[in-house]
């Protein structure tokens, strides 16, 4: 179908003012692609919005025509929600404005920026919100996920600092929600993903960041060294958010070639406070054996968020879980499964939480997780779609090693679908309870390309 065939079958799409891509433009395959590797998918159409009024405009054709609506932020859903077979892909990317008020700490922003603009623009006023650990992801996914990152234990998850949001809904409204305004959506927004309208707008709280003790440690990876770090984080002050990888060294400037392929530790800090208490608070991570590379230092907090490489699209299996304890034996499982993998790069993340994030009641948001001890994603890279079965079979063994008895996950990092999935994101009381508001905002599921919730056969009204 041409781009005149295209008009005249959806006479809507005269009314869009901003960009209306079919196959065929130079730009298509670009924008269909999502960060991801492997997910390789043909919208019928990819309609770039200007502005709230083209939101609903999509929102309305997907409805009357039946087309499938893929909604794209930053494109870094791992399950590839992002984009669509055949259906209308609603890219966000050019509606991008930030308004912060310093004097406040609040900033209106909509959903196409990404993390690294946003913390950037912020930056300016030595103020942040705290998001993931990339720069590259959309604001819409991270937020409406939960948003764990490198200021969680001192500030909490991203939906901690939401204050309030536009959403375009399956009948085409605008609503502005908060907890005074539809409060029931407001809560299930908090955690339980693009299930329920198009986020156009979000208002954030911001927080005085600005200088940090930061930057990354790499430590040999051994028995001990892995279990010490789980202890030292776990003992950590809360202005301390850590993240790090247990990995074979991968061949960096950074780590001299001696260690390529060694097990190492690949750590990522962010100490939110005073310089010098933050370099006591990092000590004792220095102390557990000689450094391979000390890269912590003083320095401005959008530093952490390193550049992407430009086509870095990467093909990986992962597995994402919370755990009660970390000891000596199973850092024995971490180092030997991932020493005796078959596939050809591998890695087991550690995430301590605690702090913010668990001073939150467990139903005040749909994200319940809030008394997780321990986040850990695991991950295999493959090149070829010949090596996935075997990445895959690796990752589960290592899951099943690894598993204790939180049975919860991160629907952020969830690879899969299913309704065993949608188990592990929400606690049974938190699913009932967004199936009820999924039944009142969204009854037919006009909303189905996410981590999807299915309505309640009988919603309350």
Not at 78 to 89: E, M, P, R
Not at 260 to 275: C, K, R
Not at 385 to 410: C, F, I, M, N
Request: with cysteine; hydrophobic share 40%; charged share 20%.
């Amino acid at each position: 179908m041409n781009e005149q065939q295209q008009l005249e079958a959806y006479p809507a799409l005269h009314d869009i003012e901003g960009q209306v891509i079919q196959p065929g433009h130079a730009d298509y395959d670009t924008l269909r692609t999502v960060f991801y590797g492997g997910i390789d998918r043909y919208p019928i159409l990819i309609i770039r919005a200007a502005n709230t009024a083209d939101v609903v405009r999509v929102v309305t054709l997907a409805r009357e025509s039946g087309l499938e609506l893929a909604i794209r932020s930053g494109g870094h859903s791992v399950a590839g929600h992002g984009t669509s077979d055949g259906g209308i892909v609603l890219d966000l990317r050019d509606m991008n404005r930030l308004d912060i008020d310093a004097e406040a700490r609040t900033a209106w922003a909509e959903t196409g920026l990404t993390a690294g603009e946003y913390t950037v623009a912020a930056a300016e006023h030595g103020l942040a919100t705290g998001f993931g650990d990339i720069g590259s992801v959309g604001l819409g996914g991270i937020t409406l996920g939960g948003g764990v990152g490198f200021l969680s234990r001192k500030y909490g998850l991203t939906i901690d600092h939401l204050l309030a949001l536009e959403l375009v809904t399956a009948d085409g409204q605008v609503l502005q929600v908060d907890a005074e305004n539809h409060p029931d959506l407001f809560w299930a927004l908090r955690g339980g993903g693009g299930n329920f309208g198009v986020v156009t707008r979000f208002k954030y709280q911001l927080h005085p960041v600005d200088e940090i003790m930061g930057g990354t440690l790499v430590l040999p990876a051994t028995v001990d060294t892995v279990a010490g770090f789980v202890a030292a984080s776990e003992a950590a002050p809360e202005e301390l958010s850590i993240i790090f990888n247990v990995m074979p060294a991968p061949p960096m400037p950074f780590i001299p070639k001696e260690h390529h392929g060694q097990m190492i530790i690949y750590g990522s800090f962010v100490y939110v406070g005073d310089i010098k208490t933050g370099e006591q608070a990092i000590a004792p991570f220095r102390s557990l054996a000689e450094p391979i590379n000390d890269m912590l230092k003083p320095m401005r907090y959008i530093e952490m968020y390193e550049d992407i490489e430009e086509g870095y699209h990467p093909k990986a299996v992962s597995h994402t879980m919370f755990i009660d304890h970390f000891d000596q034996s199973l850092a024995e499982t971490v180092i030997e499964r991932l020493s005796q993998s078959p596939v050809s790069f591998c890695a087991v993340q550690l995430r301590v939480l605690g702090g913010a994030i668990a001073r939150v009641a467990p139903d005040a948001t749909a994200y319940a997780h809030r008394d997780a001890k321990i986040m850990v994603n695991i991950a295999a890279f493959f090149d070829t779609d010949e090596d996935k079965p075997q990445s895959k079979a690796w990752v589960d063994t290592v899951a099943a090693a690894l598993q204790q008895t939180h049975t919860g996950a991160y629907v952020n990092f969830m690879s899969g679908g299913g309704s065993d999935q949608i188990n592990r994101a929400y606690p049974p009381e938190t699913l009932a309870r967004l199936q009820q508001v999924k039944a009142h905002y969204d009854p037919d599921n006009l909303f189905h390309m996410n981590y999807n919730i299915q309505p309640a056969s009988q919603p309350v009204s």
